[in-house]
């Protein structure tokens, strides 16, 4: 028993000596200590001894699996002292070289679509003139001559907070609060802002979108003064070489209405899929502010006139990048954000 015990304790101790790494370690205590290993087996084994031989065997088994357990312990040690070191050595980093470019957060297209907006309608003297996107019916759609049952609601597919109180449809419930906040003044601003409408969401339509509302009240000013405007927007926007188009239309808060039409960028009037073959791009609605609306808005309809005009971002942004798919906008995918350049 002796001789067995003698052997195995120098098998087990040379093959100890040669481990010289965490995995030959953890491999060389399973192989002698583990539920399987040898010493296991011999101390299991011992039941099968003649009884008197049985407390010698006990004895030497117990003596050698401590010493195996042992020096096993001040190996690990070593070799964990070894593995450190080399690990210091092979992982240095060079603090020295440059590191990787951090992706930064940039502007979404559609706020860089309306900033360069902005400053289009900046050098035409109008100022950005902020108003609430939680409204109350008076502003949304009555004092917009759109009193309650009248048919042009159903224009607007609306969210409801309760009887009284909505998300707005349209910019144009600031119009009415600029008006009243500037009235007896003239004025002139836009109003840019996010809208909502319960309607379904396709390619062309989301429920949550923007809208740039333009108001110039004055007095002496006329359908040309509008048409001025759009002409120049539109070619400041989209490039000195437009042709516009005005057609008549019809909005309640506007006498009389036009659609502001303008030969698609894409084909240059030739006919493609973005203009739907017509060879013109509608890019706002527009007219006089109805008098009755002046009146509601403070000013005295037989001293003053205006004009309005309410434009979409995201349309402008698709015509502008060849997008044929509003929703690109919303889907938080970077591989579509980065490439308008600042993500």
């Known amino acids: 028993m002796s001789t067995v015990l003698e052997a195995m304790e120098q098998a087990a101790l ?13 491999a ?26 049985r407390p010698q065997a006990g004895q030497a088994g117990n003596q050698l699996r401590l010493l195996l357990e042992e020096r096993h312990t001040a190996r690990q040690t070593e070799i964990r002292e ?31 679509t309306l900033r360069r907006m902005y400053a289009i309608f900046a050098e035409m003297g109008f100022q950005v003139y902020r108003s609430r996107e939680v409204e109350s019916d008076l502003y949304n759609f009555e004092l917009l001559n759109m009193p309650p049952e009248h048919p ?10 309760s009887d009284s109180v909505v998300l707005r449809t349209h910019t144009s419930p600031g119009q009415m609060r600029a008006m009243r906040d500037y009235c007896p003044e003239p004025v002139r601003v836009i109003v840019p ?11 062309r339509s989301e429920f949550m979108f923007h809208q740039v509302e333009g108001l110039a009240i004055g007095t002496d000013i006329t359908l040309a003064d509008l048409k001025g405007v759009m002409a120049t927007f539109a070619r400041r926007m989209f ?29 240059g ?13 509608e890019i706002a609605g527009a007219g006089m502010v109805h008098p009755t609306v002046l009146r509601n ?7 003053f006139s205006g004009f309005a005009f309410g434009m979409g971002p995201e349309r402008i942004a698709m015509i502008l990048n060849d997008v044929d798919d509003i929703r690109y906008f919303y889907g938080n995918d970077l591989r579509f954000l980065r490439q308008f350049g600042n993500l």
């Open 239 to 267: 490039g000195p070489e437009r042709q516009m188009r005005f057609r008549a239309s019809y909005f309640p808060f506007t006498e009389p209405s036009v659609e502001v039409d303008m030969d698609c960028i894409i084909c």
């Open 297 to 303: 808005g403070g000013y005295d309809p037989e001293q």
């Open 193 to 203: 802002g996010k809208c909502y409408r319960y309607e379904q969401v396709t390619a």
């Open 28 to 53: 060389w205590h399973q192989d002698y200590l583990g539920r399987k290993g040898k010493v296991t087996v011999f101390m299991r084994s011992i039941g099968s001894l003649p009884a008197e031989e």
């Open 269 to 281: 009037g030739e006919g493609c899929r973005v203009c739907k073959h017509t060879g013109w791009v």
């Open 14 to 26: 040379s093959s100890l000596a040669a481990a010289t790494n965490s995995e030959e370690l953890e």
């Open 82 to 112: 070894v593995e450190l070191a080399r690990a210091l050595v092979e992982e240095t980093i060079d603090v020295t070289l440059p590191g990787r470019r951090p992706w930064t957060g940039g502007l979404h297209p559609i706020t860089l």
């Open 152 to 161: 042009a609601r159903d224009m607007w597919d609306t969210f409801y907070v």
